[in-house]
């Protein structure tokens, strides 16, 4: 599907490179609007490979980046690793003479399905390579042959509503037996797939692929292990950052869009699209189930048209069904070993939002607050009464310290990630314990064995030092529990962010972890983003725009304080269930603005009582374009 450049600036030790991902490489006359979006014309192209020269940058073949990854060899400073996807005739015809004359090395893709095929051109309009083409360049030593797939580059049936999603990662969906395609015929399917794909390519080029080039960049630790076996160490996806040699079998992108001039190209290469503000609308699954799916259908076409109009970048989605409210999962939204289904909706939603609002989607799930059929002894105990029970906390949580909850909680998440394309995971606040919780058996044994406090709850409690010691203890389960948690999605999400939800007393607060098991710090060093509540009217402030202020200036004195924390607003009153007035909601944005804030959201959205209004949101807070 592209061009490809793998910029290298590699530092002596670590060999950092980048990749750059191009599509169809074009006439000039080409890439004039309206055009492909994924076209670069050729006169472009060339612009960039002369700034690159002339900065410093160093192309290298994939057999040096072997070499280095082997320990053979290093790469030279600011390395370059040409590689081109789809097979398009333009390779040969526009960039095979800039690499002959300038004696560059290159990668080119082929999808078997199109070739076999005997396809003159894909999709009707872009001529394709030949085979003589491609024996002609790779008799050149120029020219690495790669696979971009034999029939993998297509969507598949993915959910019960018809969205066809990539095949590499995608379980399909059998309409009408209403099952997905499961772990082991799915494992089969890739495997066989990519066999099928390294032996086209060796049939009909006298040469095997070692570089496997996902379609649209989907891959997870399924499809590069089959990738290893069939003889292809080196896989590659799309993402925006840098790669190491250390790691060659799934290198990131970095993609080339709108045919970017020279200067957008400089910012590109050198700014990685890094530190872009996040406008986030944070979405209650439950506001568009109904138990009708045609009018949960009509219900979700209006929302997607709204936060296509909001022009903003990240949508927080509920993956749990929570309708009395009260902040657990009852039921969820998409296939699972442990809970009810109440429709399976959210692949189907997050599909949505992300191809035709063009957002960043987060799965909003609990961390431990789960209704199911766990045993009683899984849950948290409180001390009350002089003794230990079951909590009476409004969250009905599951201990971070008892093994079996963990798998449960850690199979639910796996389960997310099988069937539903999503970009990150926000964890919900309900990751708490009060300065009376976890006395269970386990979590008290823990706490002895693993930090050597007492396992007595009136000798944990007994003094401030001891009780925040303890705190800070749950604090890093906690956190821990979360990485195992993503580590299990990013199976098969390996590119997916996190995110957090912090209440703000323990950010203004410090000495509150005692009383949440929340700190901030530690947030910010184990979570892409952490997402706090900056709420004022739910926390009773008296001067709302002074308690913000605050908020703002407190985290801002942590390093990367303001880089990676989501100020979210609220949209509603819980206390007096009213909106917030639209005046005072613009007024918070702009302060936090003012305020050198870079990403901010608010909670909830609710589209059928237009809250925040449209109007006032695309005004005060929507994004410019940025390709």
């Not at 034999?150 to 059998?174: S, W």
């Not at 190491?244 to 001039?261: D, E, K, Y």
């Not at 910012?267 to 949960?296: C, F, N, S, W």
């Amino acid at each position: 599907m592209a061009l490809l450049l793998v910029v290298g600036l590699a530092h002596a030790k670590e060999q950092n490179f980048l990749v750059l991902n191009y599509h169809d490489i074009v006439g000039a006359e080409g890439a004039k609007p309206p055009f492909n979006s994924m076209d670069v014309s050729v006169d472009h192209l060339e612009e960039q490979l002369a700034w690159l020269k002339k900065n410093g940058y160093n192309i290298v073949g994939v057999q040096n980046v072997l070499d280095a990854a082997a320990g053979k060899d290093t790469l030279p400073d600011k390395s370059v690793l040409l590689t081109f996807d789809d097979g398009y005739e333009s390779f040969y015809t526009h960039v095979f003479p800039i690499l002959k004359k300038h004696h560059y090395s290159a990668t080119v893709s082929l999808v078997g399905a199109w070739m076999d095929g005997n396809l003159a051109t894909y999709n009707g309009t872009k001529p394709l390579l030949n085979w003589n083409q491609v024996r002609e360049m790779v008799q050149s030593g120029l020219v690495e042959i790669g696979s971009h797939s034999y029939d993998l580059h297509k969507g598949i049936p993915a959910n019960p509503q018809g969205n066809t999603q990539a095949a590499a990662v995608t379980r399909l969906y059998d309409d009408p037996m209403l099952v997905y395609e499961n772990d082991e015929e799915y494992r089969d399917r890739i495997h066989n797939a990519l066999l099928k794909s390294a032996e086209f390519i060796f049939q009909h080029a006298g040469v095997r692929p070692r570089v496997m080039v996902w379609p649209y960049g989907e891959y997870n630790q399924i499809t590069v292990q089959a990738s290893r076996e069939a003889g292809m160490p080196m896989t590659m996806g799309l993402a925006d950052n840098f790669n190491t040699v250390a790691n060659i079998s799934a290198l990131r992108r970095l993609i080339m869009v709108n045919n970017p001039g020279v200067k957008q190209f400089i910012e590109i290469i050198t700014g990685l699209r890094a530190d872009r503000p996040m406008r986030v609308a944070h979405l209650d699954m439950d506001y568009l189930y109904d138990k009708d799916p045609e009018q949960t259908e009509r219900n979700l076409d209006i929302v997607i048209q709204r936060i296509k109009d909001m022009h903003i970048n990240t949508v927080y989605l509920q993956a749990y069904a929570d309708p009395d409210g009260d902040g657990n999962a009852e039921e969820l939204y998409f296939p699972n070993r442990h809970l009810p289904m109440r429709q399976d909706l959210f692949n189907r939603v997050a599909w949505q939002l992300k191809n035709v609002a063009r957002v960043k989607v987060y799965a909003w799930m609990p961390i431990m607050a789960y209704h199911g059929d766990a045993p009683e002894s899984w849950y948290v105990q409180e001390w009350k009464d002089g003794q230990a029970q079951k909590s009476s906390h409004i969250y009905t949580r599951l201990s971070p310290f008892n093994p079996e909850a963990r798998q449960y909680i850690a199979e639910i998440y796996e389960d997310l990630a099988k069937h539903c394309n999503f970009d990150g995971i926000l964890f919900h606040d309900d990751g708490i314990l009060s300065d009376y919780e976890d006395v269970s058996p386990l979590a008290l044994n823990f706490i002895k064995e693993a930090a050597g406090l007492p396992n007595e709850f009136n000798k944990l409690h007994a003094t401030s030092t001891m009780r925040m010691a303890w705190a800070r203890h749950k604090t890093d389960v906690i956190n821990q529990f979360t990485d195992e948690l993503a580590d299990r999605v990013r199976i098969y999400r390996p590119s997916i962010k996190t995110a957090r939800n912090i209440y703000a007393l323990p950010l203004l607060k410090t000495y509150s972890e005692e009383w949440y098991a929340q700190s901030f710090k530690s947030f910010l060093a184990h979570y892409d983003y952490v997402a706090v509540e900056a709420m004022p009217f739910m926390e009773e402030a008296e001067n709302p725009m002074q308690w913000l202020t605050q908020l703002v200036k407190t985290a801002a004195k942590q390093p990367d304080g303001l880089k990676k924390t989501v100020f979210e607003l609220q949209s509603v009153n819980w206390k007096t269930h009213e909106k917030i007035p639209m005046p005072v909601f613009n007024k918070q944005l702009a302060l936090l603005k003012k305020l050198g804030v870079s990403h901010i959201g608010y909670y909830p959205d609710n589209v059928f009582t237009d809250q925040p209004r449209l109007s006032d949101l695309q005004q005060h807070f929507s994004l410019p374009f940025m390709p």
